[in-house]
């Protein structure tokens, strides 16, 4: 039914629908609301209460203590167990769905660098088909550890980096990103995943470079339904983390992840633009006007659509151990790399992609 422009949801509604729906919504204000939650409430904690207010002292101490700490530990851990396969997990990954497609068999005992495109608005996909059990990544792979790196800038949240380490994520330091990259597992596992973002958050909405280097850009860039572009032209430093260690890379795509959201976009120069560019500038967080659905209409709201989102992970282009390597170097495989990312996009994109001859990857 729709009235005003506004198109509303069936009153009958099976009941797992319903349980997605609140799963979506649940995960998107965790995710909109966390870093800045909590801070309020420790401060809240700090100075409102009498017996809270030791131990969030305590957890200070903590905190500077696992700091750059990329081992879960033990009791985090327990937790990180019932997460990846909880109910909640298992209704948000039905409710797009997210499916997890291999292409290639992966070695169980390598250390492995997934690079995945594109971040979209939150990095849905990503999160479904590696931060959870629900879409069989332990089974598709089995043997390999999965930590997927996000912002560091999280991290600095009390009580919320809880929330990120018992959700396998790694900050995105490089000191964390090296020691994981480095270091082989605990059992059960035998090798690792790590799941790195190269576009970060400026591939969330239009932007240009600051200081006025708008030639190094083609033109804006931005993350709406059917685009496919990419930033990675001046995104080099997985590929030196990456030889430094030996690490093979593996393209994965998100297809689909790009349709979840609209957003509103203001011209450049205005200045909505410019507020944005500063609160991203200083916290490292895009703050981007969404357009989902609501939980009884479609047409607007922060909840995600109800659009099929498809990882594909690729086969990995294997690289040699130069522990430092030349700006030569590192130019030479970061287009080696891009190749093969052009190569496994273009050869997967007819599955998922309607009019894909048509459909190309662009580069930022």
């Excluded at 994520?169 to 270091?183: F, G, M, V, W």
Aim: some cysteine; proline content about 6%; hydrophobic content about 40%.
């Amino acid at each position: 039914m729709e009235i005003l422009g506004v198109k509303f949801a069936p009153l009958r509604v099976p009941l797992n629908r319903r349980l997605e729906t609140l799963s979506a919504a649940l995960w998107i204000l965790i995710f909109l609301s966390g870093y800045f939650a909590g801070y309020i409430l420790t401060a809240y904690f700090l100075f409102f209460t009498q017996t809270m207010r030791y131990f969030i002292l305590l957890y200070f101490i903590w905190m500077y203590y696992d700091w750059n700490k990329f081992d879960i530990g033990k009791i985090r851990r327990k937790f990180l167990q019932w997460i990846r396969s909880c109910a909640w997990n298992r209704y948000f990954c039905n409710y797009f769905p997210i499916k997890l497609v291999k292409t290639t068999d992966l070695d169980s005992n390598k250390l492995y660098l997934f690079c995945s495109f594109p971040h979209g608005i939150l990095s849905t996909g990503v999160y479904g088909a590696f931060g959870t059990d629900i879409v069989g990544c332990r089974e598709l792979f089995p043997g390999l550890e999965f930590r997927v790196v996000v912002l560091d800038q999280l991290f600095k949240s009390p009580l919320f980096r809880e929330y990120l380490h018992i959700n396998s994520a790694l900050a995105s330091s490089a000191e964390c990103i090296k020691q994981q990259l480095s270091t082989r597992p605990s059992p059960p596992y035998t090798g690792k995943a790590t799941v790195l973002i190269p576009g970060g958050a400026a591939e969330a909405f239009e932007c240009k470079p600051p200081g006025g280097a708008a030639e190094a850009f083609e033109e804006a860039f931005e993350c709406k339904p059917g685009t496919y572009r990419i930033l990675i032209k001046r995104r080099k430093g997985f590929v030196k983390l990456a030889l430094q260690n030996g690490n093979p890379l593996v393209p994965v795509y998100s297809f689909g992840e790009t349709d979840i959201y609209d957003q509103v976009i203001w011209s450049d120069g205005s200045y909505m633009k410019r507020l944005q560019e500063y609160i991203r500038k200083k916290i490292g967080i895009a703050p981007i006007l969404l357009v989902g659905r609501g939980f009884f209409q479609y047409t607007f709201g922060l909840i995600p659509r109800r659009k099929p989102i498809t990882v594909v992970v690729g086969s990995p282009m294997e690289l040699p151990k130069i522990e430092e390597p030349t700006r030569e170097q590192v130019e030479e495989y970061h287009e080696k790399f891009v190749k093969h990312l052009v190569n496994f996009f273009e050869n997967e994109k007819h599955k998922y992609i309607e009019n894909a001859d048509s459909v190309h990857l662009e580069f930022v």
